[in-house]
């Protein structure tokens, strides 16, 4: 602790203690050793990198619902030459794979002879594109195009089955753990403030209520601020009830703020608290950029038209990856973009999975093509991290005649800009996408990649009372790093 911090805490525990007499007394020398305690053992985030970054930002894309792997971003060919087959009428069949021999178990037939769980062709065809060479799915065209910007990962597991994984994804831990911080909500910890007039960490997106908060023992401070791409309404609580001057608006919150600073004088320790007066204080200051942010009259037709602003079927996608654009440019840390979120996730294909990824992959083709284009040719991708995610892949074998159910064990991540290489490849699944059989990675990896590449070392955020476990800091995928 500084001199300044140290005589203002000093400050804050005897102003309080004069307003609680002798019971006040003791607390504030209680609350004070305790302070003195921690401070020799731990110093909370300076808000500087731990050694130099190469991105400054992060837009975290996330399907809801698990994207198939096969079709989008690791194409596999052999499911529609053994389509119709069980795993155990193929060459793929282990028994030294427990996994495999359980499919193989289960596609015996039923009590009335039908066959279960065959494998399920290929719903779409592919090619290989860019320089790179990279198979693509013909569900994503426009990502396609930007093939060569991509660092694919083709080799992710995890370990909730349902859609709990959404959770574990953002935060690394199974949801029978409990309750723990996001990626965003550890980047928005460790790291100052890029422009005091914006959040530095913001939500867009339905997130589903096991998916709702970031902070959790950070704190309330550390969850995700959620916006609309609504000019005459992007946050909740933003503007008020009836029109104000300006000049009321300051002796209005000039007023809040002393009134606030009191009982922050009283209550130095309520986390809650000094979460709702930070974010008062935030939304006052964001009344005037954040219309700005998603006015996108300030965008050429041209721009609007790349991003798919004209296009209903990705309207609303485009506008949110155009506002993450704009919200980069203005210097704001990390923004979550949930697509398809609420119930098990939009990307949920149990059945008919052909005209579920056909309409959800227009909803965020065109978008995501359009940023990644957006943000090279004004020399931003560099700085900025994309994250191209979802809970989990699907099965080889068919659920019922036309889908796939929920699969762990081998799925593909894709990420771009922000330092690391261009148009490659880590990382494989096996022949039929079953699982990933070469540098496998735990979602925790991902996190891992992106704290390096923001200039950060997990082991150093960490806060008293709550020990980490390696499996939540995962390892950075040096491999996929410029």
């Known amino acids: 602790m500084n001199d300044y911090q140290l005589n203002h805490c000093q400050r804050r525990t005897f102003l309080a203690d004069m307003g609680m007499g002798f019971t006040g007394l003791a607390l504030g020398a209680m609350l004070q050793n305790e302070s003195r305690a921690h401070e020799a053992a731990w110093a909370p985030p300076t808000g500087d990198p731990h050694f130099q970054p190469k991105a400054k930002s992060v837009i975290w894309l996330f399907m809801n619902g698990g994207v198939s792997q096969m079709e989008s ?12 087959k069980t795993i155990a009428e193929t060459p793929f069949a282990d028994t030294q794979d427990p996994e495999k021999l359980a499919l193989a178990r289960v596609s015996a037939p039923d009590a009335n002879g039908n066959q279960r769980n065959k494998l399920y062709p290929l719903q779409i065809g592919h090619k290989k594109h860019g320089e790179s060479g990279i198979e693509i799915s013909d569900w994503f065209p426009h990502i396609a195009k930007q093939a060569d910007k991509l660092a694919v990962v083709r080799s992710m597991y995890t370990t909730d089955s349902n859609h ?28 100052g403030a890029l422009n005091e007039n914006l959040p530095q960490f913001i939500s867009m997106g339905k997130r589903e209520y096991w998916n709702k908060r970031d902070g959790h023992y950070l704190g309330p401070a550390h969850d995700a601020v959620p916006m609309r791409v609504d000019p005459k309404n992007p946050l909740d609580f933003s503007k008020p009830e009836v029109e104000f001057s300006r000049s009321a608006q300051e002796i209005g919150q000039d007023l809040i703020q002393q009134l606030n600073n009191q009982r922050q004088i009283e209550y130095p320790r309520d986390q809650a608290m000094a979460a709702r007066i930070a974010s008062y204080e935030l939304a006052f200051r964001m009344q005037t950029s954040i219309p700005n942010i998603v006015d996108f009259s300030q965008e050429s037709a041209a721009t609007q038209e790349r991003y798919g602003l004209n296009q209903p079927h990705c309207r609303d996608f485009g506008m949110q990856l155009l506002a993450a654009r704009r919200l980069v440019e203005q210097g704001v840390r990390f923004i979550q973009i949930q697509h ?6 939009a990307w949920d294909a149990h059945g008919k999975l052909k005209a579920n990824h056909t309409r959800n992959s227009l909803a965020v083709d065109q978008p995501i093509g359009a940023l990644l284009q957006d943000l090279d040719q004004r020399g931003m991708l560099d700085e900025t991290l994309v994250v191209f995610a979802s809970e989990f892949g699907r099965t080889p074998g068919s659920q019922g005649s036309d889908g796939r159910d929920h699969h762990i064990y081998g799925f593909s991540v894709w990420m771009a800009g922000g330092g690391l290489k261009r148009g490659v490849v880590h990382g494989a699944t096996d022949e039929i996408g079953f699982h990933a059989i070469e540098n496998r990675h735990y979602v925790t990896d991902i996190h891992a990649t992106i704290l390096k590449q923001l200039g950060l070392d997990s082991r150093k955020l960490e806060i008293p009372g709550r020990k980490r476990l390696e499996i939540d800091h995962g390892h950075p995928i040096d491999e996929i790093i410029a």
């Open 73 to 84: 971003f690791d194409p596999k060919p052999m499911l529609s030459k053994y389509g119709g």
């Open 164 to 191: 709990g994984a959404q959770t574990q994804f953002h935060s690394g831990r199974h949801l029978n753990d409990g309750a723990f911080p996001t990626l965003g909500a550890w980047v928005h910890y460790g790291l």
């Open 340 to 345: 398809g979120g609420g119930g098990a996730g």
